[in-house]
Each structure stands twice: as structure tokens, then as C-alpha cells.
């Protein structure tokens, strides 16, 4: 696709979020047709299909976190959530109970070892909950907005001009706090090139082809500017998201969240347990770019 196209494309991609952004909720948690939750547990929803079309609320989450392998059976508490708090907590809920499966059952000391220091990381994350995310005004829910999280090269589909034709994989789109709304879309996540690489500097492969190298390059540099294409044009359409998106406050919240997702990965173990050492001292370090 020519890099016009691709800019025409994020442009498009950031009056999507936009339009997104600006269709408030209550609390987090996912879409729901009003006495859904209700229905399920009792009928089945069988009582659905004569719901009013807009008649929707927040209910219950539903996101990969909370049904991945056994969460789905855990007692843990699924929403709909009042605040960022009581969605964080019982995200880390999960994996504090992974870890106690773990170290109660296996036998393996690679695994026990894991497991110790991702309780670690999960007791200091939560002695920086409030300090990081605090409660809400008098208790009050938290306004929110949905998030496709998952909005991937994978995930949209393009006409052979490049023009964007439609957003697919839905199933998990929750109502999240407008911090987390507030971010890049995945496919616009990575590292920071500034300069593009030149192809006279990597090596060519036997079918002439250049080394791999040069294309995950190539797409940093894209990336890197593509993100600056999609600010711009959200600066001009909604300035409110570009403001939560530069927002200190929005920021340390989101690298918070980014923790709760990875304490327990072996990968990411080392950079968390520094970052979270650092973290009543930091200013404006951010873990994404630590781990990028």
C-alpha cells in the first residue's frame, strides 16, 4: 500500500476512535441489551430479540483476561465496575490466584521461582493502586467510553485503494476509562524510528530479497510517523482525546494497567520489578517505552 494511502487510513482510523470516544457510559464493563444479564441467568435471554434496539447498559466485563483458561471458573468479581480500582483488582485477583495454584501444586523450580516473584510484583502493585489510580468523587461511577483494543492490522479490512471498508473482531470490546480509551491503536504500537532505514545497510537474503532486519525497521519508522499522523488529525477533531492522551495523571495510570497485564510474564518480569522500585520517585518515565 503506497505510505499515502497508509496516512489516509490512520486519518480515517483516528475519526473512528473519535466517534467512539465521544458516546459516553457509567462504569466498566461491556454492551449490554438492558435485562440481558437477567434474562441469561434465568431464561437464557430468551427475551432478547424483543428488546428495543437501543435499549443497552453496562453489565458485566467481558474481556480475554477474565475467561482466559480457568479464570472463567474463578470467583472473582466480573463487573460491572464502579471505578478503574475495582476493575485493576480483580484483574490482579487473577493472577494472584494463578500464582497461588502454582506454588500450592508444582513441583517444577523454574516455575515456583516465576510464580514467587509475580506474587512480588502483584503485592507491590497493590500497595500503588490508590497512589497511582485514586477513587473516584464520592464514590461516584466513572464515565467511560468503548475501546476496540485489539484494532490490528488484522482486524480491519481495506479496499484495493486502501480506503477503510470495516472493523471486525468486536466480541471483547468493553467500556473502559477514558485514560485507557485514550491511547494508539495496536497496530500503531512500537518502537521510535526517526530515520528510515536505508536498504545499502542490510544484508540481501539468496533470493535477493533484503534482510528481515530492514522491514521491521521500516515499519518502526512508519509507525513512528503514522502516530504523529493520528494526532494531528485527532487534534483536529476531538482535542479533548489528544489532551487525556498527553495527560501525566492519564499516563502513569495506563503504564499501571500495562503492569497488571504483564506481572506475570516471565519476559517482562525484571523491567516491572525495576519500574515498580522506581516508581514513588518517577516523573514522567514511561514503562511502555521500557519495554518497547
Known sequence: MPFASKKNLVKRLAHFAAQLFRKRFQRLGNLYPKGFCDDARTSMGKSLCHRPRRDFTIDRMVSIHFFLADHIAQDVPRGPFNSSKEWLSASLLFHQNDCERILSTSDDEEDLEDAERTARIIRKLSSHMLSVIPPTAQGS???????????????????????????????????????????????????????????ENYAREENGSYDQLFWDRLMEFEQTVLRGVFLDEMQNIELYWVEMFWNVSSQRKTDFELAVQLCSDEFSIKVLEEWLDELPKLGETRLRNRLV
Open 141 to 199: 461511577p466513572e464515565t467511560t467510553a468503548l475501546l476496540h483494543d485489539d484494532l490490528s492490522l488484522q482486524n480491519i479490512l481495506v479496499d484495493k485503494d486502501g480506503n477503510l471498508t470495516a472493523v471486525v473482531d468486536w466480541e471483547c470490546v468493553s467500556a473502559l476509562p477514558l485514560w485507557r480509551v485514550c491511547q494508539f491503536p495496536h497496530m500503531l504500537e512500537g518502537k521510535e524510528r526517526k530515520e528510515i532505514p536505508e536498504k
